[in-house]
């Protein structure tokens, strides 16, 4: 994995399966990370500090639902600067990139490549004829579109029209492999990506990507406002309830705080046949209209049906600095009602 002056050490969590990648100028000593996990925080600082890397960059492809950044940590005790997507939104970036901006490792370039579509700010990074892709293209494979603004239609066009144009023996990094694969080029993902290799059509894409039908990641509720704040001063316990059900929502609801708001994203039709009382109904995919309203309560449970919305809604919410959302991710109404809890119309 070593080309004449730059080394790329690939490092791997078990837990999420996610690849770091260490990035050397091995004349200049400099060096780049990207998509560093908190858990490995302490082995990759070992190998930095055993290298003698004098690390520049603290880079992420986007804010990960499956495992908290340690680059706001790897800021604190090296001096990296961060470097993301400047769509992320994430405020405490040093170095905001758009489509095509670069920075400068010793003798090498990074290129930032906008590739949204799994989320809405995902960056993948091209690299001396590597492809650093994040969760946009994973080997045989692509990130989910299902949350976190994702859209299929945008990460068809992000591969097809921007990835896929780099030339065949671009070696393709991923952000994740779940089946000990490490790498992958342009060429062969063109040739056997299953969702959009051979010329797969957008539409073919799109159908495929509405069906998966995942779970969501285990840690979304912890993960991506702590990733919003990159890893850092975030309040771990505010996130402790993440198997929150209705019936936990029952015993707040008897005494329902002032301030406290239980919100139903559920449509308007599901709500009149019948809902948690007092509850306020936002329809899922207009809860942004509503983001300065719902800032002043203290705390809000969000419910719906099986608890795939309210996931949805409470992502979409936490990137719009909302974290104080207790979700109820693994049931909804139809728990309520079986329980013999007071519905109201
Ligand atoms: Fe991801």
């Known amino acids: 994995m070593t080309s004449p002056h730059l080394t790329v050490k690939q490092l791997f969590d078990r837990e999420s399966c996610t690849y770091t990648y260490l990035l050397i100028d091995a004349e200049t000593g400099e060096g780049a990370i990207i998509d560093a996990v908190l858990e490995t925080f302490d082995r990759d600082m070992q190998i930095i500090n055993e290298l003698g890397v004098e690390l520049l960059y603290a880079i992420e492809t986007h804010a990960h639902a499956d495992h908290i ?14 470097v993301y997507g400047e769509s992320t939104g994430i405020k405490a970036i040093d170095i905001p990139l758009k489509d095509g901006d670069t920075i400068q490792l010793g003798h090498y370039r990074i290129r930032a490549i906008s590739t949204p579509g799994h989320t809405n700010g995902c960056t993948s990074y091209f690299c001396d004829g590597m492809l650093f892709s994040g969760d946009t293209l994973l080997i045989r494979g692509c990130g989910r579109a299902d949350f976190q603004d994702g859209d299929p239609g945008t990460l068809y066009d992000s591969i097809t029209q921007k990835l896929f144009t780099l030339a065949d023996d671009t070696i ?6 779940y089946n000990g694969r490490t790498s992958s080029t342009i060429g062969e993902e ?16 799109i159908a495929i990507m509405n069906n998966l039908n995942l779970d969501m990641p285990k840690r979304i509720n912890e993960a991506v406002p702590a990733n919003l704040s990159v890893g850092i001063n975030f309040d771990a316990n505010r996130y402790l309830l993440q198997d929150f059900d209705m019936n936990d929502l029952h015993r707040v609801w008897q005494e329902l705080p002032e301030n406290v708001l239980v919100m139903d994203n559920r449509t308007p039709e599901e709500y009149a046949r019948g809902h948690v009382p007092g509850s306020r109904n936002i329809p899922m995919g207009t809860e942004n209209e509503h983001v300065d309203e719902l800032k002043q309560y203290e705390r809000i449970y969000l419910y719906c049906r099986s608890g795939r919305r309210a996931q949805t809604t409470t992502t979409n919410l936490n990137f719009q600095g909302l974290d104080r959302i207790v979700c109820v991710s693994h049931s909804g109404m139809p728990d309520w009602e079986k329980a013999g809890y007071p519905v109201e119309t």
């Open 190 to 205: 063109k040739a056997w990506n299953p969702r959009l290799g051979g010329n797969r059509s957008r539409d073919d894409f």
């Open 69 to 82: 950044t340690s680059a706001g940590k790897l800021r604190e005790m090296t001096g990296a600067k961060l």
């Open 172 to 177: 393709v990094y991923p952000a994740h492999d």
